[in-house]
Nanobody
Framework: QVQLVESGGGLVQPGGSLRLSCVAS????????MGWYRQAPGKQRELVAL???????DYADAVKGRFFISRDNAKNTVFLQMNSLKSEDTAIYYC?????????WGQGAQVVVAS
């Protein structure tokens, strides 16, 4: 059974930082591209950041220079370091694992940026 479990969400003031973690089980983690998506109220889910199985990264324009994705294959974990947070970053953040073998989602982690 595949599981992706996110943690690290919460309430933070504008300008603050948070780090999200996603631990995967039930997949051969190094073979999967890992991504973070987010969905704000009333909006579609969007890609925030992606790290491929070979370590290449890509980011949405809205988060470039503020968010950083990384992976630890030894711990089956992907991270999203979020800095200089803005109110518009408020959303539920979802971890995603993708490969030809399949695509899987975590349950989501709420991030609220507010003073």
């Amino acid at each position: 059974q595949v599981q992706l479990v996110e943690s690290g969400g919460g309430l933070v003031q504008p300008g603050g930082s948070l780090r999200l973690s996603c631990v995967a089980s039930g997949i051969i983690f190094p073979l999967y591209a890992m991504g973070w998506y987010r969905q704000a109220p009333g909006k579609q889910r969007e890609l925030v950041a992606l790290v491929t199985s070979t370590g290449n990264t890509d980011y949405a324009d809205a988060v470039k220079g503020r968010f950083f994705i990384s992976r630890d294959n030894a711990k089956n974990t992907v991270f999203l370091q979020m800095n200089s947070l803005k109110s518009e970053d408020t959303a539920i953040y979802y971890c995603n694992a993708g490969a030809p073998q399949g695509r899987y989602w975590g349950q989501g982690a709420q991030v609220v940026v507010a003073s």
